[in-house]
């Protein structure tokens, strides 16, 4: 299971950290990554980030405002946003990415959570 | 990036039709593509991996084909709990991009 929080109302220019709670799994073997859905638009992925931390990636969009991070002792995703823009208003999902072994890939991209809301406005 | 083409975008159907969805990539992606089920206010649900295994609990009725930069999703016999939006994602190298999504609605 994936459970997302700390979507809320924010103004243009602020903060805001997303967690994504995993059970069920050893959160610690897996990617995973953030994908959002604007009201009314299709699916955009967010970042990404490897099973020991040590590596990310980013959409162009959001490079530089956006980090994303992992606690894997406390089975936890996170996704700190700054200046947020009106644009980044939309539906953030975590998403269980692959698992990869000496590089072979063990599993592939499954579970998403209901997602948390974030609404970026005046 | 890579670009994913999904067509269509909506359908109408009645419950037993054989549904065909398409994605097409604008590079070849090996197999590296997933189906997802997704409904309102419900966490997307995974269907399809690797371009036509079915993850473990999905009904046999679902089946994914292609590769390279061609993939296709069946239902086969739709049942009224499959009224939903569905959606591809190819995860050969980030970004994911996604297909815009395809509505199937009851006729």
């Known amino acids: 299971q994936l459970l997302e929080s700390g979507g809320a109302l924010v103004q243009p220019g602020g903060s805001l950290r997303l967690s994504c709670s995993v059970s069920g799994f050893s959160f610690s073997n897996y990617a995973f990554s953030w994908v959002r859905q604007a009201p009314g638009k299709g699916l955009e992925w967010v970042s990404a980030i490897s099973d020991n931390g040590r590596s990310s990636h980013y959409a162009d969009f959001v490079q530089g405002r956006f980090t994303i991070s992992r606690d894997n002792s406390a089975d936890t995703l996170y996704l700190q946003m700054t200046r947020l823009r009106v644009e980044d208003t939309a539906l953030y999902y975590c998403?269980?990415?692959?698992?990869?072994?000496?590089?072979?890939?063990?599993?592939?991209?499954?579970?998403w959570g209901q997602g948390t809301q974030v609404t970026v406005s005046s | 990036d890579i670009q994913m083409t999904q067509s269509p975008s909506s359908l109408s159907a009645s419950v037993g039709d054989r549904v065909t969805i398409t994605c097409r990539a604008s590079?070849?992606?090996?197999?590296?593509l997933g189906w997802w089920q997704q409904k309102p206010g419900k966490a997307p649900k995974r269907l399809i991996y690797e371009a036509s295994n079915l993850h473990p609990g999905v009904l046999s009725r679902f089946s994914g084909s292609g590769s390279g930069r061609d993939f296709t999703l069946t239902i086969t016999s739709l049942q009224p709990e499959d009224f939903a939006t569905y959606f591809c994602l190819q995860y050969n190298s980030y970004p994911w991009t996604f297909g815009q999504g395809t509505t199937v609605e009851m006729k």
């Open positions: 590079q070849d992606i090996r197999n590296d």
């Open positions: 998403a269980k990415d692959r698992r990869v072994v000496r590089g072979v890939t063990i599993t592939f991209p499954d579970y």
